[in-house]
C-alpha cells in the first residue's frame, strides 16, 4: 500500500542525489522512488502543498534562523543531511558555527531539564535528500533540527513507538526546549553595533562643556529581525 509522501523528504534542495536513477530504486540513498516506503520522496520536488506553504513563508521573508521539530532521539541536528554514500559526510562552510551553537541549545535543554541530548550533523543520524533544514540552510538560514524526547522507544517491539509520546511529556519537553530556543533567537538578533560616533568639544578651551561631547548611532536589531538605529548622548550613559 502506498504511505504517502514523507513531507521531510519533498523539499526543493538536494531532492535527489545525481547518483540516483529516476524512477527506480537503484542509487536510493535518502529518500525513495517507491511510494510503498516511508521514505518517498514524491514525484517531484516540493510536489506537496504543505511544502510549497514552507518553501513560499521561507522565500517571502528575511529569516535568519529557524528550528524543526521532531520526535524522537534527543538530538540537535544541523545541515547537511544528504551524502552520496555512506562513507562521505559533507560538512557546510558554517560548519564550525553550526556544531557551536548547537553544543550551547544542548547546554541550555540540560541546565533546564537535566536531560541529555546529544548534537551532530545530521548525517550522522540517517542519510536525508530533500529535507527543510537543508532546504533552509540553503536558503541561507542556521537551520537546525530538534528531535525531542524520548532518547530510545518505550516498546522495545516497536522501534516507532518514541514518534508519539503520551500528553504527560508535553509540558516537560517544551520547558527543557524553551531556553534552547530563546538562546537561538537571541544569537539570531545580536547584540547592537555601533554605526556612528561623534564627539565635541567646547571652543574657548575653559574646560567646560556647554555642549554634550558624546554622541553614538547604534544600530539595533529587534525580535522580527528587522534594524533600526538609536541616538544615545552622553546624558544617556549611566
Not at 521561507?58 to 538530538?75: C, R, Y
Not at 537535566?114 to 533544514?133: C, F, K, N, R
Request: hydrophobic fraction near 35%; charged fraction near 25%; charge should be negative.
Amino acid at each position: 500500500p502506498e504511505l504517502g509522501v514523507d513531507l521531510n523528504r519533498n523539499f526543493d534542495y538536494m531532492w535527489r542525489l545525481p547518483s540516483d536513477t529516476p524512477g527506480t530504486t537503484d542509487g536510493d540513498y535518502g529518500a525513495s522512488d517507491n511510494a510503498a516506503l516511508e521514505t518517498f520522496r514524491g514525484l517531484n520536488p516540493a510536489s506537496e502543498i504543505e511544502v510549497q506553504g514552507i518553501q513560499s513563508l521561507i522565500k517571502a521573508h528575511n529569516f535568519k534562523s529557524s528550528i524543526d521539530f521532531h520526535t524522537f532521539g534527543q538530538l540537535v541536528l544541523w545541515p547537511y543531511a544528504f551524502a552520496e554514500n555512506m562513507f562521505t559526510v559533507i560538512p557546510t562552510p558554517d560548519a564550525l558555527t553550526f556544531s557551536t551553537i548547537g553544543q550551547e541549545l544542548v547546554n541550555k535543554i540540560k541546565a533546564s531539564s537535566g536531560i541529555e541530548y546529544t548534537p551532530e550533523q545530521s548525517i550522522e543520524l540517517y542519510p536525508m535528500t530533500g529535507d527543510l533544514a537543508d532546504y533552509g540552510y540553503s536558503r541561507d538560514l542556521m537551520a537546525f533540527t530538534i528531535e525531542l524526547r524520548p532518547a530510545m522507544s518505550p516498546d522495545p517491539l516497536d522501534s516507532n513507538a518514541g514518534h508519539a509520546p503520551p500528553a504527560t511529556e508535553i509540558m516537560p519537553t517544551a520547558n527543557e526546549i524553551y531556553p534552547a530556543a530563546k538562546y537561538l533567537i537571541e544569537w539570531t538578533i545580536g547584540p547592537p553595533y555601533v554605526k556612528e560616533m561623534k564627539v565635541f568639544q567646547d571652543n574657548d578651551n575653559d574646560g567646560v562643556y556647554e555642549k554634550s561631547i558624546y554622541e553614538s548611532e547604534w544600530t539595533i536589531r529587534d525580535s522580527s529581525g528587522k534594524t533600526r538605529d538609536k541616538i544615545i548622548k552622553n546624558s544617556e550613559v549611566g
